[in-house]
């Protein structure tokens, strides 16, 4: 119980710290795009990083969120074979995604078309990155992903700095630094995981995890992407300088944005050795974990249709972990 406890506890310290580590760097990279750029070109890259917003709630619900149900606490030789797979897919939907963005870019003009042209050139790779992220923590080595973040914001800042101490602080080149960035920090990934995205099978992996992903899926957009989308529809009626000032708002929700991720490390049970009867307690744990926060009328949901019709269950083989909170 005691290993378990610490196990636990060192995850949930990574889980909290990346997060944290991560809101602060975008906090910082907001504020020094909004003091470089006009209103309107800040609205613009507000704009941009919803759409990344949105396409990492998809990558996650269909590739990182089904690995850590599934796959933490397997084996290592199972471990590595989902990750791969994951990670491909997530690489499928960051291309999908950045077709759309580079479509988009070239039929917009301005500042719009810029920053989404540079969006798409970014997305596979900001998607895969964060993919290693979750392969990282579902295999129980949030220190990696805790490093690949580091290294995004040690490539990035300097970059950023480059071009503002240049005078060649365009909105263009700030988000192809961001992006660039993290699709350098996406290929590192790799070699810290030393596993090779497998694109070519991605869509048998949204076939095996349809089931889960579905369910993350409309999760993800009745609780983030909706609020994403409303920065399109305040784009497109007040303009591009009122989206700005809203995403600007929206940062000030960073802190709570690091709670709500740390509740989400500490909800995933953590398997010991024991088989069904540790994971068992794990979930025990776990549901009363989310008792104690949250009101009475929602507690018991899980235990009374959920959980009894097996969509808590992490795995049909059983080899991974279940949500219980």
């Known amino acids: 119980m005691a290993r378990l406890s610490g196990r636990v506890a060192r ?23 909004a003091r470089a750029v006009t209103p309107t070109e ?37 471990h590595r ?56 923590f579902s295999g129980g080595r949030g220190s990696l992903a805790f490093l690949n973040d580091a290294l995004w914001a040690v490539v990035m ?32 990934g790799a070699l810290q995981c030393r596993v090779v995205p497998q694109p070519f099978a991605a869509l048998p992996w949204f076939r095996a995890q349809r089931d889960l992903g579905a369910r993350y899926l409309g999760e993800f957009g009745a609780l983030s992407g909706a609020r994403q989308l409303s920065l399109y529809a305040v784009g497109g009626i007040a303009g591009l300088a009122a989206a700005g000032a809203i995403r600007a708002a929206n940062i000030l929700f960073g802190p709570i944005n690091v709670l709500l991720l ?26 009363s974990w989310g008792r104690s926060r949250v009101p009475p009328w929602v507690a018991p949901w899980p235990q009374r249709g959920a959980w009894r019709r097996g969509w808590w269950r992490g795995s049909r083989s059983g080899s991974g972990t279940s949500r219980g909170a």
């Open 11 to 33: 995850r949930v310290g990574w889980g909290v710290g990346d997060q944290a580590f991560s809101s602060l760097t975008n906090f910082a990279l907001a504020i020094l795009v």
């Open 262 to 287: 740390g509740c989400w490390w500490a909800s995933e049970p953590w398997p010991r050795p024991g088989g069904v009867s540790g994971l068992a307690c794990s979930c025990r744990r776990s549901r």
């Open 81 to 136: 074979r989902a990750a791969a797979s994951a990670s491909g897919a997530a690489l499928v939907v960051g291309a999908a995604a950045g077709g759309v963005a580079l479509l988009f870019g070239a039929t917009s003009a301005g500042v719009l078309g810029e920053v989404f042209l540079a969006l798409g050139i970014s997305l596979p790779g900001l998607l895969l990155q964060d993919s290693w992220r979750f392969i990282f």
């Open 42 to 78: 800040f609205g613009a890259f507000s704009l941009a990083f919803a759409t990344y917003t949105l396409a990492l709630g998809v990558s996650r619900a269909l590739t990182s969120e089904p690995l850590v149900v599934r796959y933490t606490g397997s084996s290592v030789e199972a």
């Open 157 to 188: 800042f300097p970059a950023v700095a480059v071009l503002l101490l240049t005078d060649h602080a365009s909105i263009l080149w700030l988000t192809l630094a961001w992006g660039g960035a993290g699709t350098i920090a996406g290929f590192v």
